[in-house]
């Protein structure tokens, strides 16, 4: 099933490029540039440091900020689950947070924050820590009243209750919540890049829109795809691993 799926992908990929080819044979390189154009600007990218270093500016911003929601929406997600009163208390702020647009979190930031990292931060913090609280919350609460007594039987501290069970309940959702944010807080990373910012990816494809240099936009896109599959595999090996003890289904 697996190989099957990578050759329909392969394939349709394939096509995909052959009709991008043949367009660019009768069209404006602006509007579709030839594919050995943009794997040139592609390979460059990557081999060139004083280019690359936006991509890694890029990257180390997302994951900074997605490091800082993790943590602080599990732990905050885990006390809510707890305490009922905090529970109250914190979620309506966090939906309301939750609802803001991206944008508006943009426009908010450039004026709360004058310097540009700080900025950036605060944009990818708020837009990812909801998701994280919420499902390390939903996920606290959906642990089995019978193996959460059965446990406590045992006269477990709390330190224990955590390792034994607490961890590994909320772990597989927390996956999840990983790999939804890693797709929206790259994109929001790129808007709150677009202004202000003299470097990284968003900042790049903003020079490529006023030069009207599509190759180059397309190549800097490309980047960004690179980094979440690779990101995404990188998510779903750890998650195989970390959880190699669950029963998989057979397909």
Known sequence: MIKEFNYKGLLVGAILIVIWQLASLVSQPYLFPPIQSIFANLVEIFTNWSIAVHALTTVGRILLGLVFAFL???????????????????????????????????????????QV???IFFIILVTALPNFTFQAYDSYNNISKDLREMLLVFRPK?????????????????????KVNLGNTTR?????ELVGSTIGVGYQLSSAQSLFDMSMAIAWTLVLVIFVIIFQMVLAKTESTLLSWRPKSER
Not at 158 to 174: E, N, Y
Not at 188 to 192: D, K, L, R, Y
């Open 188 to 192: 929001v990373a790129i808007v709150a």
């Open 158 to 178: 709390q330190s224990q209750l955590f390792k034994m069970l607490i961890i590994p309940s909320i772990t597989p959702d927390l996956f999840t919540a990983w």
């Open 117 to 119: 990292e700080l900025r």
């Open 72 to 114: 602080i929406g599990t732990l905050l997600g885990v006390m809510m689950g707890m305490n009922r009163s905090l529970n109250d208390t914190v979620r309506p702020l966090l939906s309301f947070v939750q609802g803001v647009p991206a944008l508006s979190w943009v426009v908010i930031a450039v004026i709360w924050f004058q």
